[in-house]
Nanobody, 119 residues
Framework: VQLVESGGGLVQPGGSLTLSCSASDNTVRRRCWGWFRQAPGKEREGVAVIDGAGTTAYTQSVKDRFTISQVNNTLYLQMNGLRPEDTALYYC?????????????????WGQGTQVTVS
């Protein structure tokens, strides 16, 4: 499967963005996939993931601000109340497992990333 992200950009603090990730085949919806981010000088971290049953998990810092969803072959991340600390390169990733949690090392298929800058 190939993953292609879009929707990043520059936004002011408190603003909103919606990221999209288009998958090349629909089998990804039966597996766990999600959003990860990496800020300069920091390790890649899991932001939000979802599985085929719609079960989700979020990192604590984005709970109540970000919402992950999937429609057909597309994964979304609705980001509200953006903060400067949300600035990072955001990646979409998928795994062959039904559930893989927020650990990036559990994911083996990655998109190229889309930059989100909050300033």
């Amino acid at each position: 499967v190939q993953l292609v992200e879009s929707g990043g950009g520059l936004v002011q603090p408190g603003g909103s963005l919606t990221l999209s990730c288009s998958a090349s085949d629909n089998t990804v919806r039966r597996r766990c996939w999600g959003w990860f981010r990496q800020a300069p000088g920091k390790e890649r971290e899991g932001v939000a993931v979802i599985d085929g049953a719609g079960t989700t998990a979020y990192t604590q810092s984005v709970k109540d601000r970000f919402t992950i969803s999937q429609v057909n072959n597309t994964l979304y991340l609705q980001m509200n109340g953006l903060r400067p600390e949300d600035t990072a390169l955001y990646y979409c990733a998928a795994t062959g497992s039904r559930w893989a949690g927020l650990d990036p090392s559990n994911y083996n298929t990655w998109g190229q990333g889309t930059q989100v800058t909050v300033s």
